[in-house]
C-alpha cells in the first residue's frame, strides 16, 4: 500500500506546475491549463484522504465530482471568452485584455 505522504507530495508538486504556469505565463490558454492542473492536484488531495481516513463514506468522491463539474465548466466558460476575445482585439496575451477598464 503506498503511504499517503506520496499522494500529498505528488499532489503539491502538480499545484506548483500549476501555480507556475498561471503567474509565470503570458498567454491565457496556459493560465486555464495551469487552472486545471490545480484543480487536479485537489483532486488527488481529496481521494487520498477519503481513501485513508474515510472508504466506507462516499463523501470524498461526491468532492471530486463537484470539482470536475466546476473544471469542465470553468474550461468551457474561459475558452469561450478567450475566444470571444481573440475575436475583438485578435490577441490573447493576457497583459492585452484590459477589456474592464475605461
Same mark, same amino acid.
Do not use: H
Given at each position: ?9 505528488? &499532489?503539491?508538486? $502538480? ?15 496556459? $493560465? ?21 481516513? &474515510? ?28 475566444? &470571444? $476575445?481573440?475575436?475583438?482585439?485578435? &490577441? ?11
Amino acid at each position: 500500500m503506498i503511504p499517503l505522504s506520496w499522494y500529498l507530495i505528488l &499532489s503539491a508538486a $502538480i499545484f506548483c506546475v500549476g501555480l507556475f504556469g498561471v503567474l509565470a505565463r503570458r498567454n491565457a490558454i496556459a $493560465i486555464l491549463m495551469g487552472i486545471e492542473l490545480m484543480l487536479n492536484a485537489v483532486n488527488i488531495n481529496l481521494v487520498a484522504f477519503w481513501r485513508y481516513f &474515510s472508504p466506507e463514506f462516499i463523501a470524498g468522491q461526491v468532492f471530486v465530482i463537484i470539482v470536475f463539474a466546476v473544471a469542465a465548466s470553468e474550461a468551457a466558460v474561459g475558452l469561450a471568452l478567450i475566444i &470571444s $476575445i481573440y475575436r475583438r482585439k485578435t &490577441s490573447i496575451v493576457a497583459d492585452d485584455i484590459n477589456l474592464m477598464k475605461w
